[in-house]
């Protein structure tokens, strides 16, 4: 990736982010407005309708819907990255296609670290001070981000060949909401079920962002581990496609 291309990145995600904010009277607040909005649903419907979790679990719940809105949004928007709204430039000048998917991650990279900061915020004047543990979020939101990116991707270099893939995407994330312990701590579920949940890579970061977060001790890092190892994987699979059909795409959008 070199220099130029970087600074293409960083021009298109600040620009995508004027753009955006430009769509909503209240401009950037309304990062912070609807993800608020978005985890208040939740909250009324597991927290006060079926009366789940108990004392402390609002801090459960924000820590794990936060880290799990920025891995949906990226990968879900990150899907459409390689889109006909794209296919002109595309056709007039050469452009690696990890371009694309890659603004998408960053875009909500950065609207991540802003509602991420005013999760902190809410933590310490709930009573959650900061410990030594709040040392390695850091290099948790760096594997997440690798993940994100790794899926990506993948995921955008698929679906322009294959367009219903598209359709098993949004239930493949389904699943993967539901299983990821966004409602319930995993480190609770017991037997072969417990293991198997503990390998899903997202489950694995939700579940340390509250380990650091809530308990105020380290994550597992041989867990954190896999799930980097995952992410190296998809991120080699996602480059090779988009190499293999890098002067594919354009035709395959017209």
């Given amino acids: 990736m ?16 004027r753009a955006e904010s430009a769509k909503a009277y209240i401009g950037f607040l309304w990062w912070v407005i609807e993800p608020i909005i978005y985890m208040g649903v939740f909250f009324v419907i597991f927290g006060m309708v079926f009366q789940k979790g108990g004392e402390g679990f609002i801090p459960f719940l924000l820590s794990g819907l936060i880290a799990w809105k920025w891995f949906s949004s990226s990968i879900n928007n990150s899907a459409n990255s390689i889109s006909k709204k794209n296919a002109g430039i595309m056709s007039q000048v050469y452009l690696p296609k990890y371009i694309f998917p890659t603004i ?5 990279t950065i609207k991540f ?13 709930a009573g959650y001070m900061p410990t030594q543990a709040w040392l390695a979020l850091p290099v948790l939101i760096a594997v997440q981000f690798m993940l994100v990116l790794s899926l990506a991707w993948l995921v ?7 367009p219903d893939f598209k359709l098993l995407l949004g239930n493949i ?7 990821s312990g966004v409602f319930f701590d995993i480190s609770k579920v017991q037997g072969t079920l417990g293991l198997i949940l503990k390998l899903n890579p997202v489950a694995i970061l939700l579940d340390s962002y509250r380990t650091i977060l809530i308990k105020g001790e380290w ?6 581990a896999l799930a980097l190892c995952v992410a190296l994987v998809a991120l080699w699979g996602g480059s090779r496609i988009l190499r293999k059909y890098d002067r594919i795409y354009p035709k395959a959008l017209i």
Avoid at 2 to 17: F, G, R
Avoid at 173 to 179: D, G, T, V
């Fill in 113 to 125: 670290l802003v509602v991420f900061a005013f999760l902190l915020v809410a933590l310490m004047l």
């Fill in 219 to 224: 994550p597992e890092w041989n867990f954190l």
């Fill in 173 to 179: 994330m389904s699943l993967l909401f539901f299983c």
């Fill in 104 to 108: 998408s991650v960053i875009t909500n």
């Fill in 156 to 162: 955008s270099s698929i679906v322009p060949l294959f």
């Fill in 2 to 17: 070199t220099h130029q291309y970087l600074e293409l990145i960083w021009y298109k995600t600040l620009s995508e982010l």
